[in-house]
């Protein structure tokens, strides 16, 4: 079964400094990725996506990710954080082909002290 | 407010009890999915919908769970005879239909999810 890997479960970062939060995942074939996010009693609402083309993908706020295929990574970065992205940080998966159901990994949650 | 709504927000009940929730999707989707999310964990999913049609189950939806959406409208969700193991956050996203390549495919939209606590 494919899965979805996020080795960091708790960041904790100063406001201005870079955040690189890893996904990796299991499956082979291809993929339709995303970052989520989770701010504190809100719901998950989605920062970015990669479905094709560019593995270099820009979301909301100022946050990116790149698509490794040979490494099956798709990290989440950004060069500046503000004490506004504190939250909760999924990635997950959508493999191509007729499945439609997310697998997502089990969060990193980000503090960024001011 | 045109965002997914999901009613109630939160339900305490029983051991042994049954409980239902209702997911409204965004209104021109007509792919509607529930996840299941418990404490330190991501999002796990339970089922998904096109209009009426339920097109699959997760091995984690056992018998005591039920789901449907009669109209391909709104859905609900019942667990029967809960245990504490049924304890979580029971997310509702919706899609819409749309072909490979188009802006917006595989998108889901989540609502704010019902939080269940079995005593």
């Known amino acids: 079964a494919q899965s979805v890997s996020q080795h960091n479960h708790h960041v904790i970062l100063s406001e201005a400094a870079s955040l690189e939060l890893g996904c990796n995942y299991s499956?082979?074939?291809?993929?339709?990725l995303f970052w989520y996010v989770q701010y504190p009693g809100q719901h998950l609402q989605l920062l970015l996506k990669?479905?094709?083309?560019?593995?270099l993908v820009k979301g909301i706020k100022g946050f990116e990710a790149e698509f490794i295929k040979s490494k099956f990574s798709f990290n989440l970065r950004k060069p500046s954080v503000q004490w506004s992205d504190t939250a909760e940080y999924f990635c997950?998966?959508?493999?191509?082909?007729?499945?439609?159901?997310?697998?997502f990994g089990s969060g990193t949650q980000l503090t960024v002290l001011p | 407010d045109t965002g997914v709504s999901q009613n109630p927000r939160h339900k305490i009940t029983k051991r042994g009890q049954n409980v239902t929730f209702r997911c409204d999707p965004i209104?021109?989707?007509?792919?509607l999915y529930w996840y299941r999310q418990t404490l330190g964990q991501g999002p796990e999913f339970l089922t998904y919908?096109?209009?009426?049609?339920?097109?699959?189950k997760s091995r984690l939806l056992s018998d005591r769970f039920s789901a449907e959406r009669p109209k391909g409208s709104f859905s609900t969700l019942e667990i029967q005879r809960t245990e504490q193991g049924d304890s979580a956050m029971y997310l509702c996203?919706?899609?819409?239909?749309?072909?490979?390549?188009?802006?917006?495919?595989?998108?889901?939209?989540f609502g704010p999810g019902t939080r269940l606590t079995v005593l």
């Open positions: 997950a998966v959508i493999p191509g082909g007729s499945a439609r159901q997310l697998t």
């Open positions: 209104s021109e989707h007509n792919r």
């Open positions: 919908f096109q209009n009426e049609a339920q097109l699959e």
């Open positions: 499956y082979g074939g291809t993929v339709n």
């Open positions: 996203a919706s899609s819409p239909t749309l072909v490979s390549g188009a802006q917006g495919y595989n998108e889901q939209f």
């Open positions: 990669y479905f094709s083309g560019d593995p």
